[in-house]
């Protein structure tokens, strides 16, 4: 009995020592990994995702703080991108996807102040000092930040009208027991 | 062939799909009727693979038989042509023959009863086809607004050129008409055989190919002698009997049919010397060569249990399913419509949709025909992969698309599937397999755009930073230059002040 | 359009046409094949059998339902899709015929409860329920579990009428010693246990008799009825030969092999095809489908598996049965065979790469 005790704790330590030693040798660099990660996100510092711009955000996936699904103009793409950099699994039922709202400019309220073209990370508002402005759908991500800037409310963000282009089969729904 | 690859395909069962009750006589032997001319049509601008066409008419205008509506937009792109005469009445959105019920621009045209036809359409009427070059009758092909009229509607003049420049030896017909219900290249090719024989010549001497083959399956023998009779004079077109079986009139599987070889999986048909093209697109070609007359009409299959009449109808682009349902006559309230096949068919949201260049057939289902759709759970029974025509694990990628590992379907064969059907066909649990799929095929191509608008996105983002930067450089540069001015002018200004002095010291000195 | 709701939300995709199958309807012919067998060993092992059948199917089905009230979900439904009643006919089949009735009740309860429902329900399970369930009754109970007694028709002397064999069934055989009785597999691996070969044995040995008038568990005595039955099962489209013959052959030629090289040391093919669970096992228990392999060719491997798993549990391993643990091991291994066994793709080789131009197809 004498020989099992002291045959199974000498493996368990030299089993613990090979861990340690793992851990330490094989350990991922975080900072290579949010360099990785950031190169993944859109770039637009839009701050939907709660985080300070695309690096807080990077850096925060990168020690575990964040979901993947965490960053709404990325949508389902960048989701699974990151779940697969990451090799974690994501449940991605939560994503909503095509970039859903777009931002519109009601031009007869618009005043040409120029507020909404300063604040635009993609420059996807044109327009000139008492000028219209409208925004240019392929260059908008979503983001929102014109909204709030806009003196007379014309901004509004509107769902992306689907076509038959864009459309997509949803995905059949079962019994919950064998979706 | 290594002895492992043999023993396989031995205990492996071929591939070959199911074999669905035929379901396609009567209504296959009753002559062909023209539905009378209706007295609104609304012709889509998207009738075919590719960008839309560009509409070149106004509201308000007359047009005539065959006059030109909208313009091919870029190669991959077909011209649109009145299917009859009248005035432009609208050009506006109409619900599209899909499933999602969205709408899609059309132009309406308020027939005025005379449906004559326009002269002067581009190039006149052609005598000897023969003697042009390959590329004028793609051209020719192009302005009549050719599609493949097998319901894939890729332009045909494309395809052409596309074997042309493949350098083809052999072109194929699809005479299968695999779908069960559908009897219009049956139809067509017992009534216009001689036709679509003179279209085959037509389209050897576009492509440059040497032979023809005419695949029919066996279960259309008047069809078969009808072809071999006309092609009879022609020793360079053979007819060939294929087996009766679904999807034999998948291009793919036609072709290796007929051939014995096998397609790679990146590759066409065209990368081993073949070029595949439906009976119906021979007939459009030997109109539009021989006749002159653009794409405006077509056979459509009316069958189902909740028809009065069914068989097949001569009717116009642009009528609404509901007229064509109304000629034929109604004996019950349908369950399903369907615009195809049963296979591979669009369910339609209701009646008021407009007949395409690809609709084959209109299925009025009762309930009884129509699948059921009471989905229970995967017994892993394995059906769905005997039946899948191209070997695939239907009940594996479903598996993974319901728990939406995309990536793990793709790995799986997901971008293999042709979506014929054969493995929801068979499932004894009723799973929408097929469904699944479309889901997951639309699925990954959002996500490819959503990747583009991200990069896109990116790009736009980083070049808004580096205008910023260079708007303030430069306004630091303007500002610095103005101050060395502004500098410079001082002193020049000092200098001449001090200069006044001196001058001024001197003279009273 | 009348019939049918269209929902534009959830539009229904093509095809619209169905082959006609059902899963009710396949569990309905398996169970039309199994019916000849039952019924002979009805008559041949007496009314307990009977009751001992009925009781461990409603406890089964009970099994079923009970698990699908705790998920909230209506019972009737799935309960008519007959996989449960399946189940538990295929156990009852595997039982000693006069088992008492919590045998039966234990053994449907896990089987439907714990093999099945637990792991997600039908098509979700990993093993095969009916096994599960025979597994663990046989490691839990192992008396009752051997306890085999020799046929006793109905209508011949001394055996006992319905409300007596309710009683044996509820409440424990009398005497046992009257009428308990060795099966072939279990005598032969006891005598050789002891010593004696087989060739001596051989004078005592249970009648190998071909219609089943021996000592065995339902399904096994009536082994040609339910070789006909899996054979009607074959025409009738429900399985294919892939995997019995696989089995039986995976059996038959280790046992030849070695019956040649010592008779005395090995049982004949015919004892082991006849005996056990070998038909039972070959036609309707390791071709149940969602614990067996998706292809063909991996349907022939997992049939040779179990058959020689079998052969080699019966011949060398501590149980004289090896049926149920063979299938059981290979259904742990399906995932992995249908992970290297895939059909081969439309213009791609075996490995997945797109074929070359030049090639012919394989």
Redesign the interface.
Known sequence: MIAAILSITLLGIALGFALGFAAQKFAVETDARVAEIEALMPGTNCGQCGYPGCPGAAAAIAAGEATVTVCPPGGKALATALAAKLGIDADLSGVSDEGPKIATIAEEICIGCCRCIKECPTDAIVGAAKQIHAVMREACTGCGNCVDRCPTEAVKMEPVPVTLQHWVWPKPKLEPAWA | MGLIEKIFSLLEPAHWGVHPADRKRPAADVPVRTLPLPARLYVPLQQHIGAAARPIVLVGQTVLKGQLLAEAQGATSAAVHAPTSGIVAAIGDITAPHPSGLGFPAVTIESDGDDRWAYGYEGGVCVDPFSLPPQEIARRVAAAGVVGLGGATFPSALKLGLGLRAKIHTLILNGGECEPYLSCDDRLMRDCAAEIVDGIRIMLHATGATTALVGIEDNKPEAMAAMTAAARDFPDIQVRSVPARYPMGSEKHLFSALTGQEVPADGRTTDLGALVHNVGTAWAVHEALRQGRPLVERLVTLNGGALERPGNIRVPIGALVADVLAFVGLKTEPARLVMGGPMMGNRLPHARVPVVKGTSGILALTALEAASLDPGPCIRCSSCVRACPVGLLPLEMSARIGVDDLNGAVDLGLKDCIACGCCSYVCPSRIPLVHYFNHAKGELAAQGRAQLRNDAAKRLAAARVERLAREAQEKAAAAARRKAERAAQKAAEKAAAEAAQQASEEATA | ????S?S????????????G???T??MAKVMLALLPATLYGFWLYGWPAFHLFMFTIMFALFGEAFALRL?R?PAVPVLL?G?ALLTGWLLALSLPPWEPWWIGAVGGLFATLVAKQLF?????NLFNPAMVARVALLISFPVPMTLWVAPLPLGSVGAPGFAAGLQITLAGIPQLDAVASASLLGFAKTELSRGIDLLHAAANTPALSWVGARAGSLGETAALLIAGGGVAMIFMGIISW?IPVAMLAGIALPAALAHAIDPARYLDVTAHLLSGAAMLGAFFIATD??TSP????GQ?IFGVGCGLLTWLIRTWGGYPEGVAFAVLLMNALTPAI?RLV???????D?K?K????AE???
């Not at chain 3, 895939?342 to 791609?348: A, E, L, M, S």
């Not at chain 3, 797109?354 to 131009?357: H, T, Y």
């Open positions: 359009m009348s019939g049918e269209l534009l939300t959830m539009p229904t995709a093509s095809p619209h046409a169905h082959a199958g059902s899963v309807r396949v998920m979900r899709d996989s997600g329900g039908l098509g979700q892939h489908y969602v998706n292809t063909r060719v022939l249908d895939k059909p081969r793709i439309y213009g791609r075996r997945g797109p074929l070359d131009i012919p197809a394989p």
